[in-house]
């Protein structure tokens, strides 16, 4: 069987360009004994991936040049010789940017498709939804009437932290990059204020209206000069919980900006950064929450799914431009309980 790929063309300086990933196809060997072929249903772009572009010493290995981009992948199973995961089944896992593919079974996930949306298991239901959940209630710790702060707050986990905030009796701002998403956190989602970076002028004055009682948790997805302004509004014990650092991503040299240990000193405040590996016994914890809370409607989510394989390289470039509101998503095809 042929199966299309796309491979790390080169390792971007700045911003990746199309010329980052490169289109092919391959022969895939026949099955052997405990193997399975997967067919790709939906596979997930996230911001993480540009730093696996780079040779830089980080969390995660660097991806090789010339080898298949990996990711987050909800697929079929079409083929099995493996005994675990029949004909039909659907499974979640970090797999290959193809359209089909050999695995072993190792690190696969079986996925109930009558339980949600399929989609659902790369967001609400997978990485982002259980970031949000373990990284606001592990670190943030948020207690009723205090005031919670996130960046990136339209992404796939900014839109999960700031709704269970919510849930949690705070006052939620969040921080995001176009007046259509600001009309999203508030009307949609109930964010008690929302700020335009873009158009909002001096971000901290924007910052210190929105928060007129200051700052007791900030969820940190940006970085950069944002972050900089919600530090000077933290309350005493405050509690950081460092997500990501999309400002720096795509940054061709050392960023510079305050310094933010005296005021974590003064403020006596926490600053954690954190991988969501790192709470994978309390996986099952944040799973049943976000699956009870999203029966009962005190969740909504929202999904961007550009459809077709060809579209994955724009889909993980408009994660730089700002272009999805909620999860970012390519659906390459659909469920056919078993067959190709």
Known sequence: MRARTILLN???????TDDTFKFTEID?????????LLKALYISVDPYMRGRMSEAKSYVAPYKLNEPITGGVVAEVVESRNGRLPQGAVVLGNLPWQTYSLS???????????????????????????T???GLLFIGDPKPGETVV????????????????????????????SDEKISY?????????????????????????????????YFDNVGGEI?????????????????GQISFYNATSPPTGPRVEPILLKTKSLMKGFIVGDYVDRFGEAASGLASWLK??????????????????????GLFKGENIGKQLVKVADYSAAGR
Request: hydrophobic residues 40%.
């Open 296 to 317: 009962e409607g005190k969740l909504q989510y929202e999904e961007n799914v550009l459809e077709g394989f060809d579209q994955l390289p724009h889909a993980f470039l």
């Open 132 to 134: 949000a959940y373990c």
């Open 104 to 130: 072993d079974g190792t690190g696969l996930t079986p996925v109930d498709p009558n339980l949600a949306p399929l989609s659902y298991h790369l967001g609400i239901l997978g990485m982002p939804g259980l």
């Open 185 to 217: 956190l508030k009307q949609d989602l109930g964010f008690d204020e929302a700020i335009n970076y873009k158009t909002a002028g001096n971000i901290q004055q924007a910052l210190a209206a929105a928060c007129p009682k200051g700052v007791d948790v």
């Open 10 to 16: 080169n390792r971007p300086q700045g911003m990746p």
């Open 28 to 36: 895939l060997p026949a099955l052997q004994e405990g193997q399975v």
């Open 150 to 177: 996130v960046s990136g707050a339209a992404g796939a986990v900014g839109t999960v932290v700031g709704q269970i905030a919510k849930i949690k009796g705070c006052r939620v701002v969040g921080i995001a990059g």
């Open 227 to 243: 972050s900089d302004a919600v530090y000077s509004l933290l309350n005493n014990f405050a509690r950081i919980a460092i997500c």
